[in-house]
């Protein structure tokens, strides 16, 4: 038996006199798949991380009350027995791999839990075929996608055979095919091998007829509690009314008129494998307009092109001028990109220096002050001033980052994946932010998002990225 | 050969050759390196790198040696070949011999602790990742407004953040894949240093000294 239980678990952060996790009492059953949901930044991770052993280790400080798999302590067990007790699965896929390629990685991790050697080609072989990517075996792991990376990292894991497994958000950032197959995946873990799965996930699309027990990490008082049937229904009803847009979309005139961008000739082929080609299309402007598609299709890679980070062929105008003629910065302050990854925006240290810095090179002066301090609030980022923004939760600083590029207010805000790690609160939120920044300050914005619940009234026209082409369609 | 031992040898004559003034070991060194390269199938564009960037001080030390040195030409000829050696010494370690085996082999026959022969491995897989970080950093600085140049401390400030950021989260997910520092570990592929890797490693050690010892100009 390796019931994982939660005993009298209290913690808080470094600095902080808030408990994040106060007084939890909760047993994550044996052989269950437990789905641990809440609002981002609640203190899910630093759970995970918890009964995953890795705190207090690469953390400043150790919690109170215990953790035990079975009867043992998590503390009683040895630095190199962790792994003979759980695995963990991380939610960004970049950041989880040591070596080069996937046989590289698999058998670094059969060494670290000393497999006999005759017996890791037999291993990794069944791990692979598992997660259905035998033909990623010799692959270097740079070049895979989000959704490879993480089936990647679910084969370690079943490699590594650990009885308790646990996921932080481990779907955040792939594709809605990669995300059913892998949870698909985990639950035949559970039901034919004997896992005891943990995930913690605020979507909870999927879930419903899947998962043995719902827990929900209540952001106010801070503590875990074991839902019942009805509750759990629901809060998977809420979640799926969340998730269509209903609405019937505009389709622009096929003229010029208002386009702010215009693609002519278009093509994209970074490495010579063609991902886009379009005579003739056009963004259009003081309008949202949204970008869906598959992953690893070349949505990023379009606002790479549109930014002027990667080559491409034919022209992109901005304003009826070749954006080619711009100078790099004066470019960057009519067409900002959002990026995907909240970090790669921070330039700074602390919440203030990055609210400052946006404030100093702020391209208007659109927004005040007192507007911002109230935004974050609305937000639950107050009194974070001095707060290091690496240290913010992946919620928390996709928050930061979009308040700071709304300060900037450019006249074309391009946003990828602008709502990844967000809860539905402060989606809405966000989305009333950016609906106000269009109709106040006439901001043209260009979002690819594969969270669709809740933009409806942010969104003017929708874009279908498929067969390397961009097609405006009335329906979602 | 075994790359542990190579590279052993590499320094080894490196750090000879930078206390003797022999031109002509140092051009016997530059052929046979080159020859050496070339059977195991460089391309030329490396080849033409090679030849071309270590020209600017190659020919810096010879002008400034032969112009200004109390040495002599001679000298300023060895200084010049000394550092092509070098160039060409350092590649037959660099273009053939692979990281992860080095590390393999500094680990099981080096006796060097996994964490750094692994430590360092991660490091150099996260080399590209670094390049397109440095491009990351400059763009997203124009989203903010600022220009950054290849002098802006703000640029280094903010990868040395990525990296000891990355550093964390691979210390993490090493940890997480079950890698626990100075606890002994199994084996997939045994790297050992056999009886031709010494004999080679000797043989070509050697045969350097003689040269040395016996050719003077």
């Given at each position: 038996?390796?019931?994982?239980?939660?005993?009298?678990?209290?913690?808080?952060?470094?600095?902080?006199?808030?408990?994040?996790?106060?007084?939890?009492?909760?047993?994550?059953?044996?052989?269950?798949?437990?789905?641990?949901?809440?609002?981002?930044?609640?203190g899910?991770?630093?759970?995970?991380?918890?009964?995953?052993?890795?705190?207090?280790?690469?953390?400043?400080?150790?919690?109170?009350?215990?953790?035990?798999?079975?009867?043992?302590?998590?503390?009683e067990?040895?630095?190199?027995?962790?792994?003979?007790?759980?695995?963990?699965?991380?939610?960004?896929?970049?950041?989880?791999?040591?070596?080069?390629?996937?046989?590289?990685?698999?058998?670094?991790?059969?060494?670290?839990?000393?497999?006999?050697?005759?017996?890791?080609?037999g291993?990794?072989?069944?791990?692979?075929?598992?997660?259905?990517?035998t033909?990623?075996?010799d692959?270097?792991?740079?070049?895979?996608?989000?959704?490879?990376?993480?089936?990647?990292?679910?084969?370690?894991?079943?490699?590594?055979?650990?009885?308790?497994?646990?996921?932080?958000?481990?779907?955040?950032?792939?594709?809605?095919?990669?995300?059913?197959?892998?949870?698909?995946?985990?639950?035949?873990?559970q039901?034919?091998h004997?896992?005891?799965?943990?995930?913690?996930?605020?979507?909870?699309?999927?879930?419903?007829?899947?998962?043995?027990?719902?827990?929900?990490?209540?952001?106010?008082?801070?503590?875990?509690?074991?839902?019942?049937?009805?509750?759990?229904?629901?809060?998977?009803?809420?979640?799926e009314s969340?998730?269509r847009?209903?609405?019937r979309?505009?389709?622009?005139?096929?003229?010029?008129?208002?386009a702010?961008?215009?693609?002519?000739?278009?093509?994209?082929?970074?490495?010579?494998?063609?991902?886009?080609?379009?005579?003739?299309?056009?963004?259009y402007?003081?309008?949202?307009?949204?970008?869906?598609?598959?992953?690893?299709?070349?949505?990023?890679?379009?606002?790479?092109?549109?930014?002027?980070?990667?080559?491409?062929?034919?022209?992109?105008?901005?304003?009826?001028?070749?954006?080619?003629?711009?100078?790099?910065?004066?470019?960057?302050?009519?067409?900002?990109?959002?990026?995907?990854?909240?970090?790669?925006?921070?330039?700074?240290?602390?919440?203030k220096?990055?609210?400052?810095?946006?404030?100093?090179?702020?391209?208007?002066?659109?927004?005040?002050?007192?507007?911002?301090?109230?935004?974050?609030?609305?937000?639950?980022?107050?009194?974070?001033?001095?707060?290091?923004?690496?240290?913010?939760?992946?919620?928390?600083?996709?928050?930061?980052?979009?308040?700071?590029?709304?300060?900037?207010?450019?006249?074309?805000?391009?946003?990828?994946?602008?709502?990844?790690?967000?809860?539905?609160?402060?989606?809405?939120?966000?989305t009333?932010?950016?609906?106000?920044?269009?109709?106040?300050?006439?901001q043209?914005?260009?979002?690819?998002?594969?969270?669709?619940?809740?933009?409806?009234?942010?969104?003017?026209?929708?874009?279908?990225?498929?067969?390397?082409?961009?097609?405006?369609?009335?329906?979602? | 050969?075994?790359?542990?031992?190579?590279?052993?040898?590499?320094?080894?004559?490196?750090?000879?050759?930078?206390?003797?003034?022999?031109?002509?070991?140092?051009?016997?060194?530059?052929?046979?390196?080159?020859?050496?390269?070339?059977?195991?199938?460089?391309?030329?564009?490396?080849l033409?790198?090679?030849?071309?960037?270590?020209?600017?001080?190659a020919?810096?030390?010879?002008v400034?040696?032969?112009?200004?040195?109390?040495?002599?030409?001679?000298?300023?000829?060895?200084?010049?070949?000394?550092?092509?050696?070098?160039?060409?010494?350092?590649?037959?370690?660099?273009?053939?011999?692979?990281?992860?085996?080095?590390?393999?082999?500094?680990?099981?026959?080096?006796r060097?602790?996994?964490?750094?022969?692994?430590?360092?491995?991660?490091?150099?897989?996260?080399?590209?990742?670094?390049?397109?970080?440095?491009?990351?950093?400059?763009?997203?600085?124009?989203?903010?407004?600022?220009?950054?140049?290849?002098?802006?401390?703000?640029?280094?400030?903010?990868?040395?953040?990525?990296?000891?950021?990355?550093?964390?989260?691979?210390?993490?997910?090493?940890?997480?894949?079950?890698?626990?520092?100075?606890?002994?570990?199994?084996?997939?592929?045994?790297?050992?240093?056999?009886?031709?890797?010494?004999?080679?490693?000797?043989?070509?050690?050697?045969?350097?000294?003689?040269?040395?010892?016996?050719?003077?100009?």
């Amino acid at each position: 038996m390796t019931d994982v239980v939660i005993h009298d678990f209290n913690y808080q952060y470094p600095e902080s006199d808030k408990k994040v996790l106060n007084n939890l009492n909760l047993t994550f059953k044996d052989n269950h798949f437990s789905l641990l949901s809440g609002p981002s930044g609640s203190g899910k991770s630093t759970l995970l991380y918890f009964i995953a052993g890795l705190y207090p280790r690469f953390i400043g400080n150790d919690a109170t009350g215990s953790i035990t798999f079975g009867d043992t302590n998590i503390k009683e067990i040895a630095n190199n027995q962790i792994s003979a007790h759980v695995a963990m699965m991380f939610q960004n896929p970049n950041q989880q791999f040591a070596m080069d390629t996937v046989i590289h990685e698999m058998t670094f991790v059969l060494e670290n839990i000393r497999t006999e050697p005759a017996k890791m080609d037999g291993i990794i072989t069944r791990s692979l075929a598992f997660c259905g990517i035998t033909k990623l075996r010799d692959r270097v792991i740079n070049t895979l996608s989000g959704g490879e990376k993480q089936r990647v990292a679910l084969a370690c894991i079943v490699a590594m055979d650990a009885p308790v497994i646990v996921l932080d958000e481990p779907f955040a950032s792939i594709d809605p095919d990669s995300r059913t197959d892998l949870i698909h995946k985990l639950k035949d873990l559970q039901e034919n091998h004997g896992k005891t799965i943990i995930l913690a996930d605020h979507d909870l699309g999927d879930y419903e007829d899947l998962i043995d027990e719902f827990y929900y990490l209540d952001p106010t008082s801070h503590q875990i509690r074991l839902l019942n049937h009805d509750e759990a229904a629901k809060f998977f009803a809420n979640f799926e009314s969340t998730q269509r847009i209903d609405k019937r979309f505009a389709l622009p005139t096929q003229s010029d008129d208002g386009a702010i961008l215009k693609l002519r000739n278009f093509k994209l082929d970074p490495h010579n494998a063609l991902l886009l080609s379009l005579d003739q299309f056009n963004f259009y402007k003081q309008k949202t307009t949204l970008i869906t598609g598959a992953n690893g299709i070349g949505k990023s890679t379009l606002f790479n092109a549109l930014t002027k980070l990667l080559p491409y062929e034919g022209t992109i105008e901005y304003d009826n001028k070749p954006i080619k003629r711009f100078k790099p910065l004066a470019y960057a302050k009519n067409v900002t990109l959002l990026f995907q990854d909240a970090e790669s925006q921070f330039l700074n240290v602390t919440v203030k220096e990055e609210l400052d810095l946006s404030f100093k090179n702020r391209f208007n002066q659109n927004y005040s002050h007192e507007q911002v301090a109230k935004m974050l609030a609305q937000l639950g980022m107050q009194d974070r001033d001095d707060q290091v923004v690496y240290s913010l939760s992946e919620g928390q600083k996709k928050k930061l980052q979009i308040v700071e590029m709304l300060v900037m207010c450019p006249p074309v805000l391009l946003l990828d994946e602008p709502f990844k790690g967000l809860d539905y609160k402060s989606l809405r939120l966000i989305t009333a932010f950016l609906a106000e920044a269009k109709d106040k300050y006439g901001q043209t914005q260009i979002v690819i998002s594969h969270q669709l619940a809740g933009l409806e009234d942010l969104v003017d026209y929708h874009a279908t990225f498929q067969n390397q082409t961009l097609t405006y369609q009335e329906v979602m | 050969m075994n790359p542990g031992m190579k590279l052993l040898l590499v320094v080894l004559i490196a750090l000879e050759i930078s206390f003797t003034q022999s031109l002509v070991v140092n051009c016997i060194l530059i052929a046979v390196c080159f020859v050496y390269i070339m059977v195991k199938r460089m391309n030329f564009k490396t080849l033409f790198m090679l030849i071309f960037w270590p020209m600017f001080p190659a020919v810096g030390l010879f002008v400034s040696q032969w112009l200004y040195g109390s040495a002599g030409i001679h000298f300023a000829w060895v200084l010049f070949t000394r550092i092509y050696a070098y160039v060409f010494l350092g590649a037959t370690f660099t273009l053939t011999s692979s990281i992860t085996d080095l590390a393999l082999t500094l680990e099981q026959d080096f006796r060097l602790p996994s964490k750094f022969a692994y430590g360092v491995l991660a490091a150099f897989n996260l080399m590209p990742k670094i390049r397109e970080e440095v491009q990351i950093i400059k763009t997203s600085a124009l989203m903010r407004g600022e220009v950054f140049h290849v002098w802006s401390p703000k640029l280094y400030f903010k990868a040395i953040l990525s990296s000891i950021q990355w550093s964390q989260n691979l210390a993490e997910a090493m940890t997480s894949h079950g890698f626990v520092e100075d606890e002994p570990r199994t084996h997939y592929r045994i790297i050992r240093i056999t009886g031709l890797d010494w004999v080679t490693f000797v043989g070509l050690f050697v045969i350097v000294q003689a040269m040395l010892f016996l050719i003077k100009y």
